[in-house]
């Protein structure tokens, strides 16, 4: 959630500021801007009524002490007085409330503000590579795409999830499923080596959570809800590992505190009908690692740096080429302020695929989930900055594996951190 103060600082700036993320937020910021003076206009109202309605109260008790009678005409109609005006107050509160709860609902769907580095620009076409890593591998035959690879070494079913669930599940069998468990561990594993404290978060979380981190209710046709109860299946393990703290205040001590988690995670892809439907690369379900920060606002932009850097290290150590993208403001996540993507190389697509998202929200996330934090030296708390990004998606990095690493012989090298995890060297 942005803060309401931009609104009446500088609306011109904050629309000049979104718009440059490719959208019109013209008329939704001046209609909050019209919500926003309502609501101070009837709390303005509510105050001077109040105390209008005191000071009657004192009135009617001066003249019963000075000897009036509590049922003469005088009390009788300053009381009269003081009902209308409780009346008042009553229908007052309730307007405040009204426009209170319409006001957060629209800033809510507004997104976070880009960070005044971020290049802007239109889509993906316009985002800056930063960094290339590892040499891309070359083949003396002809190669396969990562599906007909594991089809053909029995990893993987995409006919019988179909007929468990629906299109776009897959079952892993086999080498297929204790690699993606090793995958799993070794990232978790790698995380915990560089201080990450690993957590176990539901997988159903409710409205609430979901609005803590900005799905909702911009994006609640992406997710899956229960049918009788608040709660959703989470897209993300973004979402209950940055909710772990919400409404709390955090010590300055305590920060920055760093989580990592594996979670499924589900999605409809709404409006992604028709891409990537071959594969490991766009399902319904997925594994994924991911980390989750929250630091001081002066220490976020070294955490961001450090995030990609231990995303980055997941790729270099399983030897898979990727490159990073920074975001511009047209391709950034609803929630970021800053956005890096890493992209893994993909050879039967000839081509780099994101992998993972690592995002710097600012206070965006803190202010929705109410995030705080208090130095031990100061009476005020103050909204932490929260991050977020893949550690990796581990099914994408399951694809990469079985494209750059597949042989003439149709087996498939493991990866040199995985043979422990998986106690083979070829999948055959």
Known sequence: MLDPKLLRDNPAELIRRLNTRGDDFTQSIEALVVLDVQRRETQTEFN??????NQIGKQVGELVRKGASADGPEVQALRQQGNDLKASLAMLQEKDRDLEEKFKIELLKLPNLPNPSVTV?????????????????????????????GLRLGLFNFERATRVAQSRFVTLIGDGAALERALISFMLDRHRNHGYIEVMPPYLVNSASLTGTGQLPKFAEDGFKCADDDLWLIPTAEVPVTNLYRDEILKASELPIRHCAFTPCFRREAGSYGRDTRGLIRLHQFHKVEMVKFCRPEDSEAEHQSLVADAADIL??????????ELCTGDMGFAAARCY??????PAQNRYREIS?????????????????????????????TLNGSGLAVGRTFAAILENYQNADGSVTVPKVLRSYLGKEQIT
């Open 121 to 149: 620009g239109k889509d993906e076409n316009e985002n800056l590579e930063v960094a290339v890593w590892g040499e891309l591998p070359t083949f003396d035959f002809e190669i396969q795409d990562h599906y007909d690879i």
């Open 316 to 325: 270099q150590q399983l030897e898979l080429p990727y490159r990073v993208l």
């Open 48 to 53: 001077r009524t109040q105390a209008t309605s």
């Open 357 to 385: 998202s690592c995002s710097n929200c600012g206070d965006f996330q803190a202010r929705s989930a109410n995030l705080r934090f208090k130095e031990a030296d100061k009476k005020g708390t103050e909204y932490l900055h």
């Open 341 to 346: 993507d890493l992209e893994v190389w993909l």
